[in-house]
Structures are given as C-alpha cells and as structure tokens.
C-alpha cells in the first residue's frame, strides 16, 4: 500500500515531501515543518500516520506479524522513535540490533537475527535468544517474545536486503555526522571516540553497498530533535 499524498496547496509546508523514482514508487521524506503547531502534535500525527500505513498494509506471504524496521546510522534516534512507535502500535516489542551487533562486529551479525528472531516470528514460534555482550563481565540478558500484530525491529541495518522478506514497512532516520557523533560521544563518553569513528567508518560503508534510505517506505530527518 502506498500512503495517500498530502495536499499540495496548503499555507504552510506540508509534514512530507514527496520525492518520486522509477525504482521506488513514492518514498516519504518529513522535511523542516512549519505548521504552528507544538512539536508533541507534529509527532503524533506522523506516528498516527505510520500506524496506519503499517497497519492497511499486507505482511509478506507467510507472515502473520507485521514487522516495522526503523534503520538509520548510529546516533539518528532509532531507539527512541521506536519507543514512540511502539506505543502507538499498542505496546508492539521491540527487537534491537545492538542486542546481535558489538563493537567488534557492528553489522555481519545479521545471520543469527534471521534464525533466533525472524525465523520463529514467521513460524508464529516463540522467540527467545541472549543478548550480546558490550562490556566484560557484564550480565548478558535473555530476550523473550511471542510473535502478536506488530513487531519492531529496530537499530543499524534493521532494514537490509536480508531481512526484506520479513518486513512489512521500512524507516530510515537521517541525521548528519556531526548530530549522529555527538550523540553517541554523550552517550559513552569521550574515551569512546575513536571506536564510534571506526562504527561509523562500517556504518557508511552499509548505506552505500545496500541503500537502504532509498528503499525505505519512509524517510524521517532524525537531527531536528522532534522526539529525542
């Protein structure tokens, strides 16, 4: 399903632009909006439109869950968009790519999401699998799930040509480098700049073999700081 374009004669912008390819159909990019309204309201309208096109939306034969990837490079604002998301699609799980990924291996995990989470939820089995492990000596965790209506999948590389057959609808958070680094330095600290320099170093080199934000149904600028 493609979600219905805004109207194109309004006084202020529109929340999205539309931007056409011969490839792509209509991809969905939120652009800077001007509406006089409150950041909470513009949020919710584009959460509430997400719901909707994820949920008149059709799973891939085979699938009865409807699987959401919310993709992007470190520090975009995945992990917090997909809390947002979740509540609105019900308290949908989240499934998070850093659960498989390290720092030593940021994105060749993906073999074991297929066979201890995508796999299963296709199966309608239940899904259970133990987190990787970030720092020494720290407890590892398991994660355990029922496959229901709505799963996401959220994290770098969520939405790889790997997991497409899984995916019901695809989102790309974009946000610049110096936005993304930032983030991720208050996060874990000065000390780790060189590591996340590395991450991102892989990370690029992701968006350009597989372009994702060009196959996404949607594309959102995650540095206007609407939700983060």
Known sequence: MKVALPPRTVKHAAIFQ????????????????????????ELAALLAKIATAVGARQPPK????RIVAIDG???AGKSSFAERLSIT?????????????????????????IERV??????????????????A??????????????????GVTAAREA???????AIWIDAREEVRLRRGLDRDGEAARDQWELWMADEARYR?????????????EGDRDLWT
Not at 25 to 36: A, K, N, Q, V
Not at 121 to 132: L, P
């Open 18 to 41: 539309w931007a056409r390819s011969p490839q792509l159909g209509r991809l969905g990019i939120l652009t800077p909006f001007r509406h006089p309204q409150s950041r909470a309201d």
């Open 62 to 65: 085979g699938m009865a869950t």
């Open 73 to 75: 490079l470190g520090g």
């Open 89 to 113: 699609l019900g308290g949908a799980d989240i499934i998070h790519t850093d659960d498989f990924a390290s720092w030593e291996n940021p994105v060749d995990w993906w073999p074991q999401l």
């Open 118 to 135: 995508l796999e299963p939820v296709a199966r309608r089995e239940m899904v259970r699998f133990q987190r990787s492990q970030w720092e």
């Open 137 to 154: 000596g720290k407890d590892r965790g398991w994660v355990e799930l029922r496959p229901d209506e709505f799963l996401i999948v959220e």
């Open 163 to 169: 997991f497409a057959p899984y995916l019901t609808y």
């Open 208 to 220: 350009s073999r597989e372009r994702p934000d060009e196959r996404a149904d949607l594309v959102i």
